[in-house]
């Protein structure tokens, strides 16, 4: 069993190793604390073969790759590539971005060139961080990881924030206490970030002794 248990353990951190996660990132990939994983790679626990099966799917191998020192002539899995929807989907994002940033140049220009004694040209820029927030949260909610958004929406209300006072400012209203208004807006984004998070991920209890196996050692009870 102890040599089942280092061949599991060694076999998962290299595969996790190669695909560049983190103990954390794994875990959160299969709904464990990174407390197990770390248990796992140090071949205190073994997972129950449900686990094992979900680790070799996640990095395309199978379950015999996982319990082997010798693969079989199994090659390790390569590291994953972006799929090419998700490479255009990345281009859309950067080119709706940089097209905000265009219009804020224009705009800028415009005014220099035919409004030259209008104050607060340089603007542009400042209200082109909240909109192009606004073009990536929207984005970001249709093609990427949604859990991205908050802190997106901080950008977007911090960035509405300054927009506000520094065009006030151009008025000659120096409305510094709009910065406030942020104060509850971030705690609220950050609550709602935390309820919106996955569910408790299972733990390995303390007191199962660590040269048991199977679903006693990676789930709670």
């Known amino acids: 069993m102890n040599d089942i248990k280092t061949t599991v353990a060694r076999n998962i951190?290299?595969?996790?190793?190669?695909?560049?996660?983190?103990?954390?990132?794994?875990?959160?990939k299969l709904n464990y604390s990174d407390k197990a994983i770390s248990k796992w790679e140090r071949a205190e626990s073994i997972p129950d073969v449900s686990v094992l099966v979900s680790v070799a799917d996640l990095f395309g191998v199978s379950l015999d790759y996982l319990v082997r020192d010798d693969h079989g002539g199994e090659l390790p899995p390569e590291p994953p590539k972006p799929s090419k929807s998700e490479y255009r989907r990345g281009v859309i994002l950067a080119m709706s971005v940089i097209l905000v940033w265009l219009v804020a140049v224009t705009a800028f220009v415009l005014l220099s060139t035919f409004a030259s004694g209008m104050r607060g040209a340089w603007l542009c820029f400042i209200f082109a961080i909240p909109v192009s927030s606004v073009v990536w949260l929207v984005l970001n909610s249709v093609w990427f990881d949604p859990m991205l958004n908050f802190p997106i929406i901080s950008v977007l209300m911090w960035s509405t924030l300054l927009s506000l006072h520094l065009f006030l400012v151009t008025a000659?209203?120096?409305?510094?206490?709009?910065?406030?208004?942020?104060?509850?807006?971030?705690?609220?984004?950050?609550?709602?970030?935390?309820?919106?998070?996955r569910p408790a991920k299972k733990t390995i209890p303390e007191d199962v002794p660590a040269d048991t196996d199977g679903e006693e050692n990676a789930r709670e009870n």
Request: hydrophobic letters at 50%; glycine letters at 10%; proline letters at 2%.
């Open 172 to 197: 000659g209203v120096n409305l510094w206490m709009l910065y406030l208004l942020g104060v509850p807006g971030q705690v609220i984004i950050v609550c709602w970030s935390v309820i919106r998070k």
């Open 13 to 28: 951190a290299e595969l996790r190793q190669q695909a560049g996660l983190t103990q954390l990132e794994l875990a959160e």
